[in-house]
């Protein structure tokens, strides 16, 4: 079993910062792909930026030079910064791990998802 714990949202003005966090733990034995999504009120979820455990990013492009994706592998973390925050960023937050297991296959781990809400 793999658990993902995240922390870090909030409420924020538009322009201000948050910064979330994405804990893996359980049976991994590692971590190819780790990821942020969002789901907006009404809308699709979807993928804000991932991560390679070589550290090769991906980006959607409405947060390019504004949200930055980074990993610490030694701590199964992913980390989320997002700077200059504006109103449409506000939605429910998701954490996905793809997770390779003993078993020696992945499967995709979804957290449980941390409120993001940006005001005007």
């Known amino acids: 079993q793999v658990q993902l714990v995240e922390s870090g949202g909030g409420l924020v003005q538009a322009g201000g910062s948050l910064r979330l966090s994405c804990a893996a733990s359980g049976s991994i034995v590692s971590i190819p792909v780790m990821g942020w999504y969002r789901q907006a009120p009404g809308k699709q979820r979807e993928l804000v930026a991932d991560?390679?455990?070589?550290?090769?990013?991906n980006y959607v492009d409405s947060v390019k030079g504004r949200f930055t994706i980074s990993r610490d592998n030694a701590k199964n973390t992913v980390y989320l910064q997002m700077n200059n925050l504006k109103p449409e960023d506000t939605g429910v937050y998701y954490c996905?791990?793809?997770?390779?297991?003993?078993?020696?296959?992945?499967?995709?781990?979804w957290g449980q998802g941390t409120q993001v809400t940006v005001s005007s």
């Open positions: 991560i390679s455990s070589g550290r090769s990013t």
């Open positions: 996905k791990s793809k997770v390779m297991t003993p078993l020696k296959y992945t499967t995709d781990y």
